[in-house]
């Protein structure tokens, strides 16, 4: 199977579960799973204001500030300052979680993880790389900045773009000309 290439450009922004601002869904698990019945979802979003976070239960979430000056996110009471971009920071979904902007917007990168079907681990990488899924794991690359590509399909990816690699696929080799995360994605069951 080769991988599957994710434009930014294809993508169409939606409202927030809760309202309160812009997602953008890179990819989930099933295909076409809504927020309430997806086993794994990646997006980006616009933060334009502070204000808190939905609630999802059963839910692990990673969330990574791509541009902007950061965030202070209280967890269930304990205050996260993410000022840093491109270091994610594990939470609950389950827990009450109130978002503070630090000095101005932000657009951050979000993996949601039913913890009953999945589980995630996100690295970032500033450099080539090669990236091989093990038995029952996916691997995403996202772009956050720069450029990347992949080398033995000559296809570049810009500023945005992700690629999904499944477990049945020989390694790929990535030239990193900027930022790019990586995701993998483990079944549990």
Known sequence: MAPQILRAHDRTPAPWKNGGGITTEVLAHPQGAGTDDFAWRISVADVASSGPFSVFEGVDRIITVVEGP?????????????????????FSGDATT??????????????????TEAKAEVSVERRSTVLSPGPGTRV?????????ALRR?????????????????????????????????????
């Open 70 to 90: 950061g965030m202070a996110l209280t967890v269930d009471g304990t205050e996260h300052v993410v000022d840093t971009r491109r270091a994610p920071l594990a």
């Open 98 to 115: 109130d978002c503070r902007l630090l000095d101005g917007p932000v657009v951050d990168f979000n993996v949601m993880v039913r913890r």
């Open 140 to 148: 995403l690359a996202i772009v956050l900045d720069g450029t990347a």
């Open 153 to 189: 399909e000559s296809v570049r990816l810009g500023r945005l773009d992700a690629v999904l690699f499944h477990d049945d696929e020989d390694p790929a080799d990535i030239a990193v000309d900027g930022v790019l995360a990586v995701v993998s994605l483990t079944d549990v069951r």
